[in-house]
Structures are given as C-alpha cells and as structure tokens.
C-alpha cells in the first residue's frame, strides 16, 4: 500500500505565507503527477497546482503568482508554498499521487492524503 502524510496547515493572516508538505511511502517504483487539490465547506474538491515528474507545473488561475508546487523525487515529496493568502484560501487541502507500484505493474494507482487545514483570517 501507499500512504500520503501531509503537514504544515493551520491559521494565518491574509497577506500571510504556509508551507505545505506531502510525503509519499510504502510500495512505491515511480511517482508519476503528485498534486494538491482543495475542498472548502459547501464546494467541490478543486485542483490547486500539480507538478510532473521532470518538474513542469500547472496552476489554478485562482493561485497563479501566489502559490509554488515543488517535488523532491528522490524523498517522494511535494511541496506547496502558498504566499498573499487570502481568506477565500480557506479549505481543507489534498495532496494527491499517481503512482506506480512496482516495474511489473500494469497502470498506476491514484492516492490521496488524509487532508490539511487552512484557514485565513481577514
């Protein structure tokens, strides 16, 4: 099995800066994507950023200029620094992986952390 352990939520201030982190263990042969999505009360779950293997990136428009996904494939690791927080930050966050499991898998597994807290205050 895999398993995604997600830190670094908790309360800032609007203008504010959090740094999230995801590490990924367990049978793991290669780290496809790894992302973090979010789902605030009452939405649905949204795509934050993801980040390839080689390091290219994708954001929402909503964080675009304030937020910066990084990887360490050698730790198994993603990272969200999110700077000019805003209150509509306020969700809880999701790491997410695809993974594949060992050489002789056919495909790749998608797996999700347990979820973050974030809430900015105005």
């Known amino acids: 099995q895999v398993q995604l352990v997600e830190s670094g939520g908790g309360l800032a201030q609007a203008g504010g800066s959090l740094r999230l982190s995801c590490a990924a263990s367990g049978s793991i042969f290669k780290i496809n994507n790894m992302g973090w999505y979010r789902q605030a009360p009452g939405k649905q779950r949204e795509l934050v950023a993801d980040?390839?293997?080689?390091?290219?990136?994708n954001y929402a428009d909503s964080v675009k200029g304030r937020f910066t996904i990084s990887r360490d494939n050698a730790k198994n690791t993603v990272y969200l620094q999110m700077d000019m927080l805003r209150p509509d930050d306020t969700a809880v966050y999701y790491c997410h992986a695809d993974v594949i499991r060992s050489r002789l898998s056919v495909g790749s597994y998608s797996y999700w952390g347990q979820g973050t807290q974030v809430t900015v205050s105005s």
């Open positions: 980040i390839t293997p080689g390091s290219n990136t």
